[in-house]
């Protein structure tokens, strides 16, 4: 069992960056892979990026691609998500998940087996 405790989220202007980080319990953190979706009001949850057991390989949504990175500390049972630019779009509720078979660019809900609560990320125009 794995927990997951997202934070970093906030109010911040278009143009600027944020971090979020998710805290992960459990020991086997480092043969996890990991993702990043969120969520929108009135919209569907969605894939924003992913990064492997590693950290050797990330992947992007194309509306992320180029200003958002995905690194992890796997001795701290952190994975992080560095978001640049942020634009009013990227306004959402942001979820951290891991991936218990440790596969490769997993990027649909089902694929992933335990959930964070999720951090609200507000961009004003």
């Known amino acids: 069992q794995v927990q997951l405790v997202e934070s970093g989220g906030g109010l911040v202007q278009a143009g600027d960056s944020l971090r979020l980080s998710c805290a992960a319990s459990g020991r086997t953190f480092s043969t996890y892979s990991m993702g990043w979706f969120r969520q929108a009001p009135g919209k569907e949850r969605e894939f924003v990026g992913a990064?492997?057991?590693?950290?050797?390989?990330?992947y992007f949504a194309d509306s992320v691609k180029g200003r958002f990175t995905i690194s992890r500390a796997n001795a701290k049972n952190t994975v992080f998500l560095q978001m640049n630019t942020l634009k009013p779009e990227d306004t959402a509720v942001y979820y951290c998940?891991?991936?218990?078979?440790?596969?490769?660019?997993?990027?649909?809900?089902?694929?992933?087996?335990?959930w964070g609560q999720g951090t609200q990320v507000t961009v004003s125009a």
């Open positions: 998940a891991a991936d218990g078979t440790g596969g490769a660019y997993r990027y649909r809900i089902y694929e992933y087996d335990y």
């Open positions: 990064i492997s057991s590693s950290g050797g390989r990330t």
